[in-house]
């Protein structure tokens, strides 16, 4: 495998569609696309980024299609490439690849064109890693912050501290170059307020990924309670369908029953659980487990409580078992006027009161809901941390960035030089500017197939 030889691969989703995209790249792609193409203008030259209409050959039949020449560099991967833009489905577009694989290309590997694109500098590693979380984004949330890191938005922010790191080695090179100028101190106190910029901006970054984990995720929220509380009934009216099984049954819920919400953008992953009772039931036990589980690894719980009941000990018990949880307390049925007694309640939990059956307060619950899982700071339109290997960077750059500040002042100066430039190295995987081959690969590899 060349770096630049010939690749080929479906570049729209598998299935029926009215037009299908076949992607060529590398060296020679007009020269094979020439040879299964017949325009039907015969002053045709291909011109770059025009589309010419045409038959394309698929052996036995032919098919009316475009193709569009992007001359290297102003292409997506940089180099040459060829898009066959022919009639959608299975079979149109894997033919036309299967004459492209005869007349000399290769299938292409997943992510291949966007580590091609990374390779001829088309964009940074972080950019390209954008795309793909664009590609694969399922709410707009997820959509907003994949654009932010396609557009450069971290790349130019990690670009920023590394130019900052490289200012700090130019100027201790220059004070031990020459020495007898005296600078020391002074060389010092502008380094120590680099660095504590470098360390803050890292931070900043960091504190948003969880922001950024929720976003491309969602959140996950447990609806817990007691059995016949109205979980399910507010289940099924968040979502507005009827998602889970409603009866006035005690113990009706069994199994977790989820459905997803969108809110403001974010994904809301619903998981309506077993009513906690005593039980000697073996199925509805092992549903109780699960509804235990399911709180323990929620972001948010909503603990529904029957309001026209009295609080027992099993009420007391859900509320111990929440405790320390992001939880809202939501009293249900509040369409009816008996209402008990729930002193027990007040403290520092959020409580409202709903009615699932007429879907009174339900908006304010999806606000309430909103504002818990993101505690109130949902930051919009500015760049959120994601994916989790730029967090896991971020973090090693942060440790080291905090070491480097703490013992900046005990430090050579050709050891604070040499700990600089490893900061710039370990921003540079987010970046790419640093990685090596393995880790460049071990990213792309993740990426579909034609992209
Ligand atoms: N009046 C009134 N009745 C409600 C409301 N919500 C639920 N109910 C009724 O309460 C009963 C139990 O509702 P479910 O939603 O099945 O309760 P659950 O908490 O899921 O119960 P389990 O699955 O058994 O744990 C049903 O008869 C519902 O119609 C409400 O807001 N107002
Ligand atoms: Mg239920």
Request: glycine share 8%; charged share 30%.
């Amino acid at each position: 495998m060349s770096e630049n030889d010939l690749i080929v691969a479906i570049a729209t989703p598998y299935g029926k569609s009215g037009v299908g995209i076949v992607r060529l790249s590398g060296e020679g792609c007009l020269t094979l696309a020439k040879k299964m193409f017949r325009p039907f203008d015969k002053k045709c030259d291909f011109t770059p980024n025009k589309m010419y209409l045409g038959e394309i050959d698929l052996g036995d039949v032919k098919d009316k299609g475009f193709v569009v020449f992007f001359q290297s560099p102003h292409s997506f991967t940089g180099e040459d490439i060829v898009e066959f833009q022919c009639h959608g489905g299975i079979m149109v577009t894997q033919k036309i690849v299967d004459m492209c694989l005869t007349k000399g290309a290769r299938m292409a590997e997943p992510g291949e064109f966007s580590k091609r694109a990374f390779l001829n500098g088309k964009m940074s590693l972080d950019e390209a890693e954008g795309v793909a979380d664009l590609i694969n984004a399922e709410s707009e949330s997820e959509m907003r912050c994949s654009t932010a890191l396609a557009r450069g938005e971290l790349n130019k922010t990690v670009t920023d501290i590394q130019d900052k790191l490289s200012d700090i080695v130019c100027e201790m090179q220059a004070y031990m170059d020459y020495p007898e100028e005296h600078i020391e101190e002074k060389t010092r106190s502008e380094i120590k307020a680099i660095l504590e910029e470098i360390c803050q901006q890292i931070d900043n970054l960091l504190a948003t990924s969880k922001q950024g984990k929720l976003c491309k995720f969602g959140v996950d929220v447990a609806i817990v309670g007691k059995t016949n509380a109205g979980k399910s009934s507010l289940l099924n009216r968040l979502l507005g369908t009827e998602q889970a099984i409603v009866t006035d049954i005690e113990g009706t819920t069994r199994d977790v029953v989820s459905g997803v919400m969108e809110y403001n953008g974010v994904k809301f992953n619903l998981l309506d659980t077993a009513g906690l009772r005593e039980t000697k039931d073996i199925i509805e036990n092992i549903g109780i487990d699960k509804s235990k589980q399911t709180i323990e690894q929620s972001d948010v719980v909503l603990l529904v409580i029957d309001r026209t009941r009295q609080m027992d000990k099993q009420d007391e018990e859900n509320l111990c078992l929440t405790q320390g949880k992001n939880r809202i307390i939501v009293l249900n049925k509040s369409d009816q006027k008996n209402c008990a007694t729930l002193d027990k309640l007040i403290g520092k939990d959020k409580v409202i009161s709903v009615s699932a059956k007429t879907g009174e307060n339900i908006d304010q619950l999806k606000k309430e809901l909103f504002d818990k899982a993101f505690d109130g700071n949902f930051v919009n339109n500015s760049l959120v941390i994601t994916n989790s290997r730029h967090e896991q960077v971020l973090r090693e750059a942060s440790e080291i960035a905090h070491k480097l500040l703490s013992s900046g002042d005990d430090l050579f100066f050709d050891c604070l030089t040499l700990e600089s430039q490893y900061l710039w190295e370990k921003l540079g995987e987010i970046t790419g500017v640093s990685a090596n081959d393995v880790l460049i690969s071990k990213i792309f590899s993740k990426f579909c197939l034609g992209k």
